[in-house]
Every structure is written in structure tokens, then in C-alpha cells.
């Protein structure tokens, strides 16, 4: 079976704390993602990174950054957490790099509250 | 660029009924049209993908959605609603050469009552 772990399923964390969110896949995937989810919106994706220590700006990176230092692990930073960046935070992993094949496998989530 | 609209947020169902999950794309070369379900406190799963083969396109647990390209539609659809059928849908776009880059409606919620 595909697998996507993140590793924290929920986290509290203070206002101008530093966050870090790690996903791991086990499929050798080149792809992965991270999206924020919240109620209303979709899912909105952050940053995206199609080899290792490749990264790209999805549709709202402001106020996070990633790493991507092995193929299989893909982590999210909060540099300095923000009321505002209370969400579900849902990783993903693609095996293409060219063209689209559309699934994403998907973690089960974080859950971030900051207080 | 490329959109999503998911024409309803909740759609309540009894059990035994047909659903109908209205999504509407736009988008400016042939997209790939996926629809992923996602059931409370889980992540999103697979549920079916039109890639521009067939235009009835089946998926998993008795789901199909038919691609109308004259509507820009993507309509999930599934004959007899099942109570284990309650979670989120969400219907995404994507285009070609966007190397993944998903495009996600804002969701419905669907709630199967007895």
C-alpha cells in the first residue's frame, strides 16, 4: 500500500512560535506537495517540489518555507506562527514529473491550532 | 489559468436515493478532471479522473462522472446512496504540463440521513 505519514496529526502551538510539519513517503515519488485546507476554500496549495532540494511557490507561500533535503521526506516551516495560519495542513506525493497523471496520494493531515 | 466551481456546499441525501454532486470547470487548454473524496479526519483519496479517453468515466465505490465539454461539466453522480457515501467531495482541474498543479473546488459536504 502507498503511504503518506505525517508525522503530527495535531499541534497547539503559541503565536511567533517556530513550526515545523514533516511528511514522509515511502513510494519513491518525485513530487510533493503541500496544500492548507480550510472550510470553504479547497484545498490551497503552498509550496511544491519536483526533486530533491527543489522547491517551488504554489498559490499562497507567504509565511512559510520548505526543505526538501531526501527524496522521501518533504517538511512545511512556519518561521513565526500566526493566528491566521490555524488550518488542516494535508501533504502529497505524485510519481510524475512530466505531464499530469493527477492522483495525488494524500496524508491524513495536521491539524494546526496557534494560539 | 484554470478554475473549479462546485455549484452546491452541502447536499443532504436518505439512504437509498441518488446523489448528484454538480461541478463546473473552466479552463484553457483540455483539463484532467478528477474527483477525490475525503471522509472526517482523513485525507483525500481518489475517487475517479477523466484524462480525455471516455466520456462516462467510472470510479470507486459505485461513483461515475460524465464529462460534458459543450457544459463545461464534470457531475459526480451515484444511483443509490450508501451511509458509509457521508463525507467531502471536492472536484479539481488540472492542466496540461502543470507538472501536478491541481486546481481544487471549494467542496461538498454530503450528509446520508436513514
Known amino acids: 500500500d502507498v503511504k503518506v505519514t505525517q508525522s503530527s496529526r495535531y499541534l497547539v502551538k503559541r503565536t511567533g512560535e517556530k513550526v515545523f510539519l514533516e511528511c514522509v513517503q515511502d513510494?519513491?515519488?518525485?513530487?510533493m506537495f503541500w496544500y492548507r485546507q480550510d472550510p470553504g476554500l479547497g484545498l490551497r496549495l503552498i509550496y511544491f517540489?519536483?526533486?530533491?532540494?527543489?522547491?517551488e511557490k504554489g498559490d499562497i507561500p507567504e509565511g512559510y518555507s520548505v526543505s526538501r533535503e531526501k527524496k522521501e521526506r518533504f517538511s512545511l516551516i512556519l518561521e513565526s506562527a500566526s493566528t491566521n495560519q490555524t488550518s488542516m495542513y494535508l501533504c502529497?506525493?505524485?510519481?510524475?514529473?512530466?505531464?499530469?497523471?493527477?492522483?495525488?496520494?494524500f496524508g491524513e493531515g495536521s491539524r494546526l491550532t496557534v494560539l | 489559468a484554470q478554475s473549479v466551481t462546485q455549484l452546491d456546499s452541502h447536499v443532504s441525501v436518505s439512504e437509498g436515493t441518488p446523489v448528484l454532486l454538480r461541478c463546473n470547470y473552466s479552463?484553457?487548454?483540455?483539463?484532467?478532471l478528477f474527483w477525490y473524496v475525503q471522509h472526517p479526519n482523513k485525507g483525500l483519496q481518489l475517487l475517479l479522473k477523466?484524462?480525455?479517453?471516455?466520456?462516462l468515466v467510472k470510479g470507486i465505490n459505485g461513483f461515475e462522472a460524465e464529462f460534458k465539454k459543450s457544459e463545461t461539466s464534470f457531475h459526480l453522480t451515484k444511483p443509490s446512496a450508501h451511509m458509509s457515501d457521508a463525507a467531502e467531495y471536492f472536484c479539481?482541474?488540472?492542466?496540461?504540463?502543470?507538472?501536478?498543479?491541481?486546481?481544487f473546488g471549494a467542496g461538498t459536504q454530503v450528509v446520508v440521513t436513514p
Open positions: 502529497a506525493s505524485n510519481p510524475s514529473r512530466t505531464g499530469v497523471t493527477g492522483e495525488l496520494f
Open positions: 513510494m519513491d515519488h518525485e513530487n
Open positions: 517540489s519536483y526533486d530533491v532540494k527543489m522547491k
Open positions: 479552463s484553457s487548454y483540455s483539463p484532467s
Open positions: 477523466y484524462t480525455s479517453a471516455a466520456t
Open positions: 479539481v482541474v488540472s492542466e496540461i504540463d502543470s507538472w501536478g498543479k491541481l486546481q
